[in-house]
């Protein structure tokens, strides 16, 4: 079984690399359930970590998945500029006003930068009928599917993600959504190939901070990639084939 690792800095990626997950997803925002990333933080990742093939979360917002056609233009370019920086892929999502997939969006999305690979992120789990999505995925030229099986975990998600497994399109069904060691043997056997994971810890510096937000509610801490859980999924991956 094969692990990815979503990270938000140089220091988780090294910890995924290291650790031996066949990939990271970049963003930033993972309590938002994750944002588009700097070309910042895409260099420095490119540079610290060269050997680790980088997927980049194109999401300009938190709050959805339907989006203006301002909102689909910055996608474009940040997917133009993530390219030129020599990622793997991109992770993108889009739904229309009725919450079904998009199709002609992430068509044209992906053609920006057709030499990449990409994949469709959660905004699957949003859809009333994600099995009925995967065709139109797959068709738009995605090549992987980043899905709890819209349940609230992946591990509650067993049964719909064994049909999307089952479906026989082509794409490969990534099972992420508070995905823990002890999920694999259970996803292994529903046929599910690859798992998706922050492995996050929150850290809490020294002193005093005070709430800057509705969202940041622990003042100063913010959240790092846990080494350990890292090693324990991916080991227990390894033990699996």
């Given at each position: 079984m094969r692990v990815e690792i979503a990270v938000q800095d140089a220091a988780g990626a090294a910890i995924a690399y290291n650790a031996g997950a066949v990939r990271a997803e970049l963003c930033v925002g993972l309590p938002l359930g994750g944002l588009t990333p700097s070309i910042g933080l895409i260099r420095q990742l490119r540079s610290t970590v060269p050997a680790l093939p980088l997927q980049v979360l194109v999401r300009p917002r938190p709050g959805g998945f339907r989006y203006s056609p301002w909102e689909l233009d910055l996608m474009a370019d940040d997917i133009s500029a993530a390219a030129a920086e020599g990622v793997a892929g991109i992770v993108v999502g889009v739904l229309t006003e009725a919450g079904m997939v998009d199709a002609d969006a992430i068509r044209a999305l992906r053609q920006v930068a057709p030499e990449l690979e990409y994949t469709f992120h959660r905004a699957i789990d949003h859809t009333p009928a994600p099995l009925g999505s995967l065709d139109l995925i797959?068709?738009?030229?995605?090549?992987?599917?980043?899905?709890?099986?819209?349940?609230?975990?992946?591990?509650?998600?067993?049964?719909?993600?064994?049909?999307?497994?089952?479906?026989?399109?082509?794409?490969?069904?990534?099972?992420?959504?508070?995905?823990?060691?002890?999920?694999?043997?259970?996803?292994?056997?529903?046929?599910?190939?690859?798992?998706?994971?922050?492995?996050?810890?929150?850290?809490?510096?020294?002193?005093?901070?005070?709430?800057?937000?509705?969202?940041?509610?622990?003042?100063?801490?913010?959240?790092?990639?846990?080494?350990?859980?890292?090693?324990?999924?991916?080991?227990?991956?390894?033990?699996?084939?």
């Open positions: 797959a068709d738009a030229g995605f090549v992987r599917i980043l899905t709890s099986g819209g349940a609230p975990t992946a591990g509650q998600g067993i049964a719909t993600l064994r049909a999307m497994a089952a479906a026989g399109n082509g794409l490969t069904i990534l099972a992420g959504g508070g995905v823990v060691p002890d999920d694999l043997p259970q996803l292994a056997a529903a046929g599910i190939t690859e798992v998706h994971l922050s492995a996050k810890a929150t850290h809490h510096p020294s002193g005093a901070g005070v709430p800057l937000g509705v969202a940041d509610t622990e003042g100063n801490s913010y959240q790092v990639t846990d080494p350990q859980l890292v090693t324990a999924v991916i080991q227990q991956a390894n033990l699996l084939g």
